[in-house]
């Protein structure tokens, strides 16, 4: 199906330094979900894996920000998992509960965890269907997140839709196993029209080996399939590209 819709202006804030991005981001995270607690009751999180976002999920443990935010009214989701038990040290459910779950006073009911060690199929389609009933949505429609936490790697993945693979096509799943021959594994991710669907998605990026993939993604030539980043360029919500100098050097707007 060709993407019909308005080509979304992201925008990018360029942080001096990783202390800057971490303080960046512990706003958008607290603004975003602080805000449709008040106006829905609760909020709704995607986390995002890798080694990125572990500075952000530590200050969001700590005091006083911690205390800012209701977490019993807060249900946080992944945007992939590794096909990998969930105490396994690749694990981003693991990652997750060591710097952030353990030391906040979440329900374990509003933790939905990737069952990853299930099998990518079967993991993929039980996360579905929890998806569906937490946001109590029909099997026709896309829920809204409130917030969607994305890195991106230095070939221009995001999430686990990597360049030249099958999930990447997807538009009628929210969330599918995906075989990475480049890495030599199946990820569980969620899909193109989930991740385009959210209110608010941030992307974080650091350090120099990202730069290409960044201006890639951002003012490159169109080509989802090469750089899966750009998908966010058909988001229906809030893009913001939270980029250190290193990150963001490649791109024109950088001067
Ligand atoms: C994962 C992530 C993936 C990650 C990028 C960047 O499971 O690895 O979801 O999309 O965000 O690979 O990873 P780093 O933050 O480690 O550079």
Known sequence: MKEQRQMRQPEIVMLPDAAALTEAATRFFVEAVRSA????GWSAVALSGGSTPRALYRRLAQPPVCEEIKW???HLFWGDERAVPPDHPESNYRMAKE????????PPANVHRILSERGADAAAEQY???LRQVFGVTPGEVPVFDLILLGIGADGHTASLFPHTAALA????LVVANEVP???TTRITFTAPLVQAAALVIVLATG????DAVARAIEGPKDVEETPA????CAQGRVVWLLDRAAGSRLASAG
Not at 170 to 173: A, F, L, S, Y
Request: overall charge positive.
């Open 128 to 130: 579905e269907t929890e």
């Open 72 to 74: 019993h009214r807060v």
């Open 208 to 211: 120099p080996d990202k730069a």
């Open 99 to 106: 710097t952030l779950l353990d030391h906040l006073p979440i």
């Open 230 to 233: 750009q998908l966010l360029r």
């Open 170 to 173: 997807v538009r009628d799943r």
């Open 37 to 40: 607690i008040a106006q829905r």
């Open 182 to 184: 480049q890495i030599g």
